[in-house]
């Protein structure tokens, strides 16, 4: 992936920014890396699973559930040429989360609802890239919702689902199928998986709107 590198067995952005939330960083040949663990980052936990996501660089990206931009500020050292508009509506982590855009010029820091594209309308313009993280019942339809607001054609989704947040209820792999048969009919799913071990009871779903 762009701008990653490993370092032993865990990955790295290559940052000219420091640490966000207590991160390790290492140095390699006059450049700054921000150790990007697969416990604190779904994205990590693929890219430790061996999935490929891939990124020129100046992609702009939609961003579901950014809490304190843990995430967030490892995507922003991807797309160090594109930006992230990063939707939050819980005011604890976005606090930080306005911190970390206070340094970061490809941030574009939104208190909002995921579930109500609408109010912020007026901001997002179309991106290459929704990305979706926000542990909700409803969070296909919200999913689907945004696609159609901001996403473009041949554009990507990257959701992370975890099971019983949608339906506590259900067996998990009930939930996930459930899931992924909604998505089947928008969207052509490029790769799927459970985030084990980094995630318990997760998956990520990657794939194209058609
Ligand atoms: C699992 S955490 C996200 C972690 C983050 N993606 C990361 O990797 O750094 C889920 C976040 O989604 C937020 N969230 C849940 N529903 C939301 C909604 N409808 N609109 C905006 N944010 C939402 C929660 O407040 C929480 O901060």
Redesign the pocket.
């Known amino acids: 992936m762009r701008n990653v590198k490993f370092f032993g067995s865990i990955p790295a952005t290559r940052s000219k920014f420091g640490s966000h939330y207590g991160e390790k960083i290492f140095e390699l040949e006059g450049e700054l890396y921000r150790e990007w663990t697969p416990w ?4 990590s936990a693929m890219l430790m699973k061996n999935y490929k996501v891939e990124f020129l660089g100046n992609e702009k990206i939609l ?10 500020s490892h995507l922003a050292d991807i797309v160090d040429e594109g930006f992230i508009y990063a ?4 005011a604890k ?1 976005f606090k930080k989360l306005l911190e970390l855009a206070k340094n970061r010029q490809n941030i574009i820091p939104i208190f ?4 109500k594209p609408w109010e912020y309308s007026g901001i997002v313009e179309k991106v290459d890239l929704l990305y979706q ?4 019942r409803n969070q296909v339809e ?1 999913l689907k919702m945004n696609s159609d607001f901001f996403l473009k054609k041949k554009g990507r989704i990257l959701m ?1 689902v975890k099971a019983k947040s949608v339906d506590s209820t259900l067996e998990s792999s009930e939930v996930f199928s459930k899931v992924l048969e909604e998505l089947y009919k928008k969207f052509f799913i490029l790769s799927t998986d459970t985030l084990e071990p980094y995630h318990k009871d997760h998956i990520f779903v990657y794939g194209v709107k058609d």
């Open positions: 604190r980052s779904k994205l961003y579901l559930g950014a809490a304190s931009g843990t995430t967030v939707v939050e509506y819980s982590p909002g609802d995921a579930s993280d926000i542990s909700q919200i992370m």
